[in-house]
């Protein structure tokens, strides 16, 4: 049996769930970062456990995970499913996630939603995951683990809508100060070729998916989002926001 941490993951905090689940299965996993595409094929078996993970984009899966999942091929291969939301709401991610596995030819063995720093507001659950959730993934994996092995196949209940909600962009778009240095790291990462290579200065809008993969990753923090209707949005979603979700968990009834 091998294990595969399969994760979209932009910021970072998918990544970091996604393979502490897959820890929780075995300490021997193969990790597939798809944030960029796939980059190599993903060989799965039916004897194969993947944990495959992405963000919660405004209550779906992100339309590039999506693709590049649909584009996976599985022969069977036990999943868990995982969906990372910014402490606001993860609405129809795992059912979409769920469905997209399944005509991949996965076979869905648990779910789960968890909870990571919002990547456009930074101040939300500015501490997540933590060391607790990061324990609590790993013993999720531990229990998955143990349906597998005790070949128990069941319907996972998941909440969600059929059709799913509408895909909504978020209007803001990464800006960058005099401290940057024209690395062009942030070019290099940007999942949609969005920032222009030559000058990282000028990002294109239209391909923009506010991922904040470049705010997190620019060495002189030189990218942040800013302006009066982002200044007035954290606010109100701080408000409307702030309080702790919990982790959920999803096993075969």
Known sequence: MKVHAIYFSPAGSTKKIVEKVAEGISADFVAHDITQGL????????????????????????????????????????????????????????LEL?????????????????????????????????????EQARSFGEESLKLIKGNKRHQINLAGNIPFGE???????????????????????CPTAAIDPTNASNTDAALCISCARCIDYCPVNARKFSGALYEKSQANFHAQNGDRKEIELFFPE
């Open 39 to 94: 980059k190599e094929e993903v060989l799965l078996d039916a004897a194969d456990v993947a944990v495959v993970g992405v963000p919660s984009y405004s209550g779906r899966v992100p339309v590039l995970a999506a693709k590049y999942l649909s584009e996976t091929e599985a022969m069977g291969t036990k999943v868990i499913l995982v969906c990372v939301y910014g402490n606001r709401a993860w609405e129809d991610t795992l």
């Open 167 to 189: 895909i909504r962009r978020a209007p803001f778009v990464p800006e960058t100060d005099d401290r940057c240095t024209q690395c062009g790291l942030c070019a290099s990462l």
């Open 98 to 134: 769920s469905h997209i596995c399944r005509k991949s030819g996965f076979e869905e063995i648990s779910a789960a939603a968890f909870i990571a720093r919002h990547s456009i507001f930074p101040d939300v659950a500015a501490n997540r995951p933590n060391s607790a959730d990061l």
